[in-house]
Nanobody, 120 residues
Framework: QVQLVESGGGLAQAGGSLRLSCTAS????????MGWYRQAPGKQRGLVAL???????NYVDSVKGRFTISRDNAGKTVHLQMNSLKPEDTAVYYC??????????????WGKGTLVTVSS
């Protein structure tokens, strides 16, 4: 069984910062990409940032230069540093990871989400 647990959401003022974290646990053989997605009220869930096990990070245009995604050395925790927050960043943020378990099965896993609210 694999779990992704997010933390760090909350309320921030426009121009402020928040840091999200997500840790994977369970019967993990390897974690390939990890990423953050968000879903605002009435909108579809969309990619915010993605970090592979090797290679370049990827960001949606609206957060480039403001958000930074990173992973710890063990590769099981991903962070999203969010600076210069805007009200339009308000959403539920979900952590996702493509994980290969000890039985060699690979699939996408999702956290339950953490709410980020940015006030103007």
């Amino acid at each position: 069984q694999v779990q992704l647990v997010e933390s760090g959401g909350g309320l921030a003022q426009a121009g402020g910062s928040l840091r999200l974290s997500c840790t994977a646990s369970g019967s993990i053989r390897r974690i390939d990409s990890m990423g953050w997605y968000r879903q605002a009220p009435g909108k579809q869930r969309g990619l915010v940032a993605l970090i592979p096990s090797a290679g370049s990070t990827n960001y949606v245009d609206s957060v480039k230069g403001r958000f930074t995604i990173s992973r710890d050395n063990a590769g099981k925790t991903v962070h999203l540093q969010m600076n210069s927050l805007k009200p339009e960043d308000t959403a539920v943020y979900y952590c996702s990871a493509y994980i290969r378990t000890i039985d060699y099965t690979g699939m996408d896993y999702w956290g339950k989400g953490t709410l980020v609210t940015v006030s103007s």
